[in-house]
């Protein structure tokens, strides 16, 4: 194999798929980056047994063949050569890299181990279409309360349905739950899979458009190509919790408040409790007002935000972080959270815009019964 590239595409294209690159494994073959040089360009792949990424760039390709290297290494060594016309080539021993007046050397494994979960992938009938800037700002309201425990690994995914012009994205660790809903084409018609939180990130990294995504699912696999690039991934299988058994029906109370102003009170009441294991707040929810208190070795801090509640009063603990990821990925102007007890999951959504809805559980505590 021999191929000379621009440095700066080779080491862009490097840097994505080494993403997909496992750590720490004892299948070595993971944790390579497969160059393959065919015709007039380069196919990068790197796959850790769950996600699969691959990037084509333009090569001037004297030499067909493919091989894989070390993918944190390569991606790291090309990156720091960025600027100059790279060499690369290869023989028995490894793979030579030349620039500028210098070169170094890389040791390198066989391709013929390298799982081939991209090339398996046949695009089949079921897959929706989505914008981009919808996929990317769906994903980042819901995938951070997907699970990152392998207690219930399904919950470390979320949950797509497409259905009726709609794509919708549930996701939950056991304590707060995400749901949101954009626009859609149903494409081959209602959809439901459970894709990994890592899969979405990566896809929501490379999306900066508004042009159409078709994104293909086939068995337990997902197929999604952004421009030169391709993610494949692995579904989870199994029954993901259905939100309609935990959302409550109705409320006692509810409190509507500005949401700049509840963020930043939030954030100094967080600041004495940082590093406590559940970062504990308290609401005392009166007419007109939101008295918020948060209490440490290191002190206390004493709040009020203004609000008008319909409804009860309420005095409830909570994780001050889980409401803050909350509150920062919601966009209207004014917040809506609504109450029942002070040990029944509450919930908080813009009072306008109602396609995001975050539910969280209490803490319990003597301090915050009502």
Do not use: W
């Given at each position: 194999?021999?191929?000379?590239?621009?440095?700066?595409?080779?080491?862009?294209?490097?840097?994505?798929?080494s993403?997909?690159?496992?750590?720490?494994?004892?299948?070595?073959?993971?944790e390579?980056?497969?160059?393959?040089?065919?015709?007039?360009?380069?196919?990068l792949?790197?796959y850790?047994?769950?996600?699969?990424?691959?990037?084509?760039?333009?090569?001037?390709?004297?030499e067909?063949?493919?091989?894989?290297?070390?993918?944190?290494?390569?991606?790291d060594?090309?990156?720091?050569?960025?600027?100059?016309?790279?060499?690369?080539?290869?023989?028995?021993?490894?793979?030579?890299?030349?620039?500028?007046d210098?070169?170094?050397?890389?040791?390198?494994l066989?391709s013929?181990?390298?799982?081939?979960i991209?090339?398996?992938?046949?695009?089949?009938?079921?897959y929706?279409?989505?914008?981009e800037?919808?996929?990317?700002?769906?994903?980042?309201?819901?995938?951070?309360?997907?699970?990152?425990?392998?207690s219930?690994?399904?919950?470390?995914?979320?949950?797509?349905?497409?259905?009726?012009?709609?794509?919708?994205?549930?996701?939950?660790?056991?304590?707060?739950?995400?749901?949101?809903?954009?626009?859609?084409?149903?494409?081959?018609?209602?959809?439901?899979?459970?894709?990994?939180?890592?899969?979405?990130?990566?896809?929501?990294r490379?999306?900066?458009?508004?042009e159409?995504?078709?994104?293909?699912?086939?068995?337990?696999?997902?197929?999604?190509?952004?421009?030169?690039?391709?993610?494949?991934?692995?579904?989870?299988?199994?029954?993901?919790?259905?939100k309609?058994?935990?959302?409550?029906?109705?409320?006692?109370?509810?409190?509507v408040?500005k949401?700049?102003?509840?963020?930043?009170?939030?954030?100094?009441?967080s600041?004495?409790?940082?590093?406590?294991?559940?970062?504990?707040?308290?609401?005392?929810?009166?007419?007109?007002?939101i008295?918020?208190?948060?209490?440490?070795?290191m002190?206390?801090?004493e709040?009020?935000?203004?609000?008008?509640?319909?409804?009860k009063?309420?005095?409830?603990?909570?994780?001050?972080k889980?409401?803050?990821?909350?509150?920062?990925?919601?966009?209207?102007?004014?917040?809506l959270?609504?109450f029942?007890?002070?040990?029944?999951p509450?919930?908080?959504e813009?009072t306008?815009?109602?396609?995001?809805q975050?539910?969280i559980?209490?803490?319990?505590?003597?301090?915050?019964?009502?």
């Amino acid at each position: 194999m021999k191929f000379v590239c621009d440095g700066m595409i080779l080491s862009d294209a490097a840097f994505t798929v080494s993403k997909a690159c496992a750590v720490k494994t004892i299948t070595p073959i993971l944790e390579c980056i497969r160059l393959h040089a065919e015709n007039d360009g380069l196919t990068l792949t790197a796959y850790d047994g769950e996600i699969s990424i691959e990037k084509k760039i333009k090569a001037e390709v004297i030499e067909e063949g493919e091989l894989c290297v070390n993918g944190k290494m390569f991606a790291d060594f090309v990156g720091k050569i960025s600027s100059f016309e790279v060499i690369v080539s290869s023989d028995e021993r490894g793979v030579q890299i030349r620039y500028a007046d210098s070169e170094s050397f890389m040791q390198a494994l066989s391709s013929e181990d390298f799982p081939r979960i991209g090339d398996r992938f046949v695009e089949g009938k079921e897959y929706f279409e989505v914008k981009e800037s919808e996929l990317k700002n769906l994903i980042a309201k819901t995938v951070f309360c997907c699970a990152t425990d392998e207690s219930r690994p399904i919950l470390k995914g979320c949950l797509l349905e497409a259905k009726d012009g709609q794509l919708t994205a549930t996701a939950l660790d056991g304590f707060r739950m995400a749901c949101s809903v954009c626009e859609a084409t149903e494409g081959s018609g209602a959809l439901k899979i459970v894709c990994p939180a890592r899969t979405l990130t990566e896809i929501a990294r490379m999306l900066d458009g508004e042009e159409l995504l078709k994104i293909y699912a086939e068995k337990n696999l997902l197929s999604v190509a952004v421009k030169d690039t391709v993610i494949t991934s692995r579904l989870y299988a199994g029954e993901f919790v259905r939100k309609e058994n935990i959302y409550p029906i109705d409320f006692t109370t509810r409190v509507v408040a500005k949401r700049a102003e509840m963020i930043d009170s939030v954030e100094r009441a967080s600041v004495l409790i940082r590093g406590d294991k559940n970062n504990l707040i308290i609401f005392d929810i009166k007419p007109e007002k939101i008295a918020i208190n948060a209490n440490s070795d290191m002190g206390k801090v004493e709040e009020t935000v203004m609000g008008e509640l319909e409804g009860k009063e309420l005095k409830i603990a909570m994780n001050g972080k889980y409401l803050l990821d909350a509150l920062k990925v919601l966009d209207g102007e004014e917040v809506l959270l609504s109450f029942n007890t002070p040990v029944t999951p509450f919930t908080l959504e813009n009072t306008e815009n109602k396609s995001s809805q975050y539910l969280i559980l209490p803490v319990r505590t003597s301090n915050a019964q009502a």
